[in-house]
């Protein structure tokens, strides 16, 4: 990030319980903050973290014009100057996929959209992959009845039906946990989690509510010009249990051909060729004189 966009403000959130970080490393470059959160999957966790990027830089006083977040297994597929030049040049307040989430447009079907958002969840505990799949068919009850909710996709979890606070005024949307949005769209969320501490903890137990929570609260303001498009490539065909695909050299013709800013995910650890490749994209597709053009 900092070797394509020098002049970006990059604040790392890492879970306390994951990987140690270089933090030497990191503390030379500058513009680069590390903080250390409690990580999760599928629950508040993320939204949590990403409003703590926006506390740090309310707190510091750093203006930014574009809040843009990505995930450790992201990288880059445009050249940065290139992919901001798009935003700035847009008009527009922010980029992120978005739809009604029982309108004719929505991704998912109605079924998944009740389980996670028309529900109160509690998470008993994790699960293996094994115990994932050896459970699954426990969620049958699901289609038995109207009351509970059994999931194992992010560990077993429970849910009870409860009465939500969508409205008019508040209509259910859904989208991408990915996003990048002005600043002015940034203090609105700041703003209305301030305001409406009841939304935000119903919220807080739904499932997967980083997919949700930003499109609903921003849409539902109906004052900002939004393009539907995440400017993110992943691959969600034959998820296994909401990860998307790990990405591979036959991926990349499409990965490059999509448009997108960044795409994940990427496994360093296995295919580290790859990154070889997309920095010598980079290059050659680099504006000349910016940075990134050898």
């Known amino acids: 990030m900092k070797r394509y966009s020098p002049d970006s403000i990059v604040h ?16 030379t470059l500058p513009d680069v903050v590390v903080q250390y959160h409690e990580g999760g999957y599928g629950d508040f966790s993320h939204v949590d973290r990403y409003m703590a990027a926006v506390d740090w830089l309310n707190g510091e006083g750093v203006q930014v014009d574009w809040l843009v977040n990505i995930t450790g ?4 597929i445009r050249p940065l100057d290139q992919a901001e030049a798009e ?29 996670r958002y028309h529900f109160q969840h509690r998470r008993l505990g994790g699960l293996s992959p094994r115990a994932k799949k050896l459970l699954r068919p426990v969620q049958a009850v699901n289609r ?17 039906r409860a009465r939500t606070p969508f409205g008019p005024d508040l209509r259910l949307h859904g989208g991408s946990a990915f996003s990048s949005l002005t600043w002015p769209v940034v203090a609105y969320l700041r703003e209305y989690f301030d305001r409406r501490p009841d939304v935000v903890d119903y919220f807080r137990h739904c499932l997967s509510p980083v997919e949700a929570v930003f499109q609903t609260i921003v849409c539902s303001a109906d004052r900002f010009n939004l393009v539907p498009d995440c400017k993110r490539y992943f691959d969600f065909r034959n998820s296994a249990f909401n990860h998307p695909k790990s990405l591979t050299a036959d991926d990349l013709p499409r990965v490059l051909a999509s448009g997108a800013h960044f795409a994940r995910k990427f496994d360093y650890e296995r295919h580290p060729e790859l990154l070889d490749v997309l920095d ?12 990134g053009q050898r």
């Open 12 to 27: 790392i959130s890492h879970d306390v319980n994951g990987a140690p970080l270089d933090l030497a490393e990191l503390r």
């Open 280 to 291: 010598a994209h980079l290059a050659a597709a680099a504006t000349p004189g910016q940075p």
């Open 73 to 76: 297994q992201d990288y880059p």
């Open 144 to 160: 038995l009845q109207p009351l509970m909710r059994v999931h194992v996709s992010y560990g077993l979890v429970v849910g009870r």
């Open 87 to 115: 935003l700035i040049d847009s008009g527009a307040d922010g980029f992120m996929e978005y739809w009604d989430a029982f309108g004719p447009e929505s991704h998912w079907p109605r079924s998944r959209v009740r389980s």
